[in-house]
């Protein structure tokens, strides 16, 4: 089957809740709307998740998850630079990412380590920065094409 990426409905999010769930990732600040949220599906069913949260000139990656049994195939490489590209074309300067356990997978697409607390008063004030993620959580950073100096 052919597998399509494309933008998140607002009627998927429970779909988006559940695939999040079985991920042991996050779903209680999931914006409503699913706004630049990307979703694979193969057949029609619901395989990927992967999100950009938007704070002014400055992205979240959020959400990434891959259902199990299509995991190793590129399906969230593939979400991932989609994501990465929307956010260049929109002139965002970086994208930030919090994560417990991918530092290895997104260090890939030029994410790097950073401190908690040279990150942004933006990614600082949402819920996943402030309080869902433990402070122990990886914080990353990729610049974009339009970064300031």
């Known amino acids: 089957m052919t597998l ?12 988006v809740i559940s695939l999040l769930k079985e991920a042991d990732l996050l779903t209680e600040d999931l914006p409503n709307g699913l706004p630049d949220f990307l979703l ?48 260049d074309q929109q ?22 380590p950073v401190d908690r607390e040279q990150v942004p008063e933006a990614i600082q004030q949402t819920r996943q920065f402030s309080g869902l993620c433990p402070s122990s959580a990886v914080v990353m950073k990729r610049n974009l094409k339009h970064q300031t100096a």
Not at 4 to 15: C, G, M, T
Not at 67 to 77: D, T
Not at 92 to 107: C, E, S, W
């Open 91 to 112: 002139g965002l300067q970086a994208v930030y990412l919090i994560t417990n356990t991918a530092v290895h997978y997104f260090d890939r697409y030029g994410f790097m």
């Open 4 to 15: 399509q990426i494309e933008n998140a409905r607002p009627e998927e999010k429970e779909l």
């Open 40 to 87: 694979a599906k193969e057949g029609g069913v619901l395989v990927g998740v992967a999100g950009l949260e938007l704070l002014g000139s400055l992205g979240l990656l959020r959400s990434v998850a891959v259902s199990p049994s299509h995991q190793g195939q590129g399906i969230a490489g593939q979400m991932v630079e989609q994501l990465l590209v929307n956010a």
